[in-house]
């Protein structure tokens, strides 16, 4: 899945005027006004829309629509949900622990520790940070995978190898030089997890819950491996040129390091208000996460990637997290710098956009709910189509400009 760089323009250039300005109402959620937002999502055509919502002490979590497009059962708020690359914030941060434990440099060579997965020139060349900031120029193994919905399908039931998908990637051309410049892709984040397991000889899904997922109690948060169902409660998962076809079993090997967990909107919260507050990471080294690269480089005021985490601009200041995309669940989690102020919210229906030119009802009406969330007291809902962002996405139907899917 590619950074939302719409996002990130759409968001910034809303009026100031439009919006409460920091501090507006801190300590205060506007209930009511969030559910407004909230149920507005589903009106504009989505299934299912869930969301929890944080103001310093103060908590709030809601669901809107239904869980399943064809038997009624209403969204849950605690529902569990595909979180895509939303994992690469979790894998990025057990990476940096590795460095804060002394095992591993940020600028180490990967062929150091992966010599026959990278090697020769390549390998010398791109450091561990290079992957964690999307600038090793590494092509995006998901361009070249989904090229058909026939390749969904395919998807769907097999098993993917981390080095098959790497491999993939390395047959890609190279995007740019190592070091040069920021090019999203999910190739870097496979190559992350098989870094965890070269240096400390456990799965990358052992060492997240070990180092993260235990010690924060995330209960709803996992790595699947290659079992397709979603343990747990959740609802449906639908790729809108599928149809009301329910896509929730599906085999995230695909995903791997870079897109496979599954959590909940309050456990993100809870994960991202521990990263941000220094809870997981030395000082220097979360300063380390935080350096960013531009995402836009002719706009580098419009957005930056960290290490596993980008910032955004936003009428309420800077807000920092990750969205995450894959077939028929999309992500977002974004968060002030003191992690005062939270939003983490997801749907159960992704690709919608498929060969339209303008802003979906959807789009609208869910980053709407979002600004609303971060920008309390914010008259927010009577925006029009000039704050819509286009969602994640990165990989193009052969013969057609409409995005198919990513993790």
Same mark, same amino acid.
Not at 338 to 357: C, E, F, T, W
Not at 367 to 373: G, I, M, N, P, R
């Given at each position: 899945?590619?950074?939302?760089?719409?996002?990130? @323009?759409?968001? =910034?250039?809303?009026?100031? &005027?439009?919006?409460?300005?920091?501090?507006?109402?801190?300590?205060? *959620? /506007?209930?009511?006004?969030?559910?407004?937002?909230?149920?507005?999502?589903?009106?504009?055509?989505?299934?299912? %829309?869930?969301? @929890?919502?944080?103001?310093?002490?103060?908590?709030?979590?809601?669901?809107?629509?239904?869980?399943?497009?064809?038997?009624?059962?209403?969204? $849950?708020?605690?529902?569990?949900?595909?979180?895509?690359?939303?994992?690469?914030?979790?894998?990025?941060?057990?990476?940096? $622990? *590795?460095?804060?434990?002394?095992?591993?440099?940020?600028?180490?060579?990967?062929? $150091?520790?992966?010599? /026959?997965?990278?090697? #020769?020139?390549?390998?010398?060349?791109?450091?561990?940070?290079?992957?964690?900031?999307?600038?090793?120029?590494?092509?995006?193994?998901? +361009?070249?995978?989904?090229? &058909?919905?026939?390749?969904?399908?395919?998807?769907?039931?097999?098993?993917?190898?981390?080095?098959?998908?790497?491999?993939? !990637?390395?047959?890609?051309?190279?995007?740019?030089?190592?070091?040069?410049?920021?090019?999203?892709?999910?190739? +870097?984040?496979?190559?992350?997890?098989?870094?965890?397991?070269?240096?400390?000889? +456990?799965?990358?899904?052992?060492?997240?819950?070990?180092?993260?997922?235990?010690?924060?109690?995330?209960?709803?948060?996992?790595?699947?491996?290659?079992?397709?169902?979603?343990?747990?409660?959740? #609802?449906?998962?639908?790729?809108?040129?599928?149809?009301?076809?329910?896509?929730?079993?599906?085999?995230?090997?695909? #995903?791997?390091?870079?897109?496979?967990?599954?959590?909940?909107?309050? /456990?993100?919260?809870?994960?991202?208000?521990?990263?941000?507050? !220094?809870?997981?990471?030395?000082?220097?080294?979360?300063?380390?996460?935080?350096?960013?690269?531009?995402?836009?480089?002719?706009?580098?005021?419009?957005?930056?990637?960290? *290490?596993?985490?980008? &910032?955004?601009?936003?009428?309420?200041?800077?807000?920092?997290?990750?969205?995450?995309?894959?077939?028929?669940?999309?992500?977002?989690?974004?968060?002030?710098?003191?992690?005062?102020?939270?939003?983490?919210?997801?749907?159960?229906?992704?690709?919608?956009?498929?060969?339209?030119?303008?802003?979906?009802?959807? /789009?609208? =009406?869910?980053?709407?709910?979002?600004?609303?969330?971060?920008?309390? @007291?914010? !008259? %927010?809902?009577?925006?029009?189509?000039?704050?819509?962002?286009?969602?994640?996405? %990165?990989?193009?139907?052969?013969?057609?400009?409409?995005?198919?899917?990513?993790?």
């Amino acid at each position: 899945m590619a950074t939302s760089l719409t996002l990130v @323009a759409t968001i =910034a250039v809303v009026p100031a &005027s439009a919006v409460a300005q920091p501090g507006a109402s801190a300590g205060k *959620l /506007d209930r009511a006004e969030l559910r407004a937002a909230l149920a507005a999502v589903p009106e504009a055509g989505v299934p299912g %829309v869930l969301a @929890a919502v944080r103001d310093g002490r103060h908590d709030w979590q809601g669901a809107a629509g239904q869980a399943f497009v064809t038997k009624p059962r209403p969204m $849950q708020p605690q529902m569990r949900h595909r979180i895509g690359s939303v994992t690469k914030t979790f894998v990025a941060t057990t990476v940096l $622990q *590795l460095v804060d434990d002394g095992r591993l440099g940020l600028d180490d060579p990967i062929g $150091q520790r992966l010599p /026959d997965v990278v090697p #020769g020139e390549l390998g010398t060349q791109v450091t561990v940070r290079m992957l964690l900031n999307h600038t090793s120029g590494i092509g995006n193994y998901t +361009n070249a995978m989904i090229d &058909s919905y026939a390749a969904i399908d395919r998807m769907q039931v097999t098993t993917y190898a981390p080095a098959e998908l790497v491999a993939m !990637g390395l047959a890609m051309p190279p995007t740019n030089a190592p070091g040069e410049r920021f090019s999203y892709s999910n190739t +870097n984040y496979v190559l992350a997890g098989m870094l965890i397991e070269a240096v400390t000889g +456990n799965s990358t899904a052992a060492e997240v819950q070990r180092r993260i997922l235990r010690p924060l109690k995330l209960t709803g948060t996992s790595f699947p491996g290659t079992d397709p169902t979603i343990r747990g409660p959740h #609802g449906g998962a639908y790729f809108a040129p599928f149809g009301v076809r329910d896509m929730s079993e599906f085999n995230m090997s695909w #995903g791997g390091a870079a897109g496979e967990m599954i959590s909940t909107t309050a /456990d993100l919260n809870t994960f991202f208000r521990a990263l941000l507050r !220094g809870d997981l990471l030395r000082p220097a080294t979360l300063d380390q996460m935080l350096t960013r690269v531009p995402m836009v480089p002719e706009l580098p005021a419009a957005g930056g990637y960290g *290490l596993g985490i980008y &910032s955004l601009p936003t009428p309420c200041g800077e807000f920092w997290g990750h969205d995450g995309a894959v077939i028929g669940h999309l992500t977002y989690s974004l968060h002030s710098r003191d992690a005062a102020r939270q939003v983490s919210s997801g749907i159960n229906l992704s690709h919608y956009q498929l060969g339209l030119p303008d802003a979906h009802p959807i /789009d609208i =009406a869910w980053q709407t709910f979002v600004l609303t969330a971060i920008c309390p @007291a914010s !008259g %927010v809902n009577s925006r029009s189509a000039q704050a819509a962002p286009q969602l994640p996405s %990165v990989t193009r139907m052969p013969g057609n400009d409409a995005v198919v899917a990513g993790p």
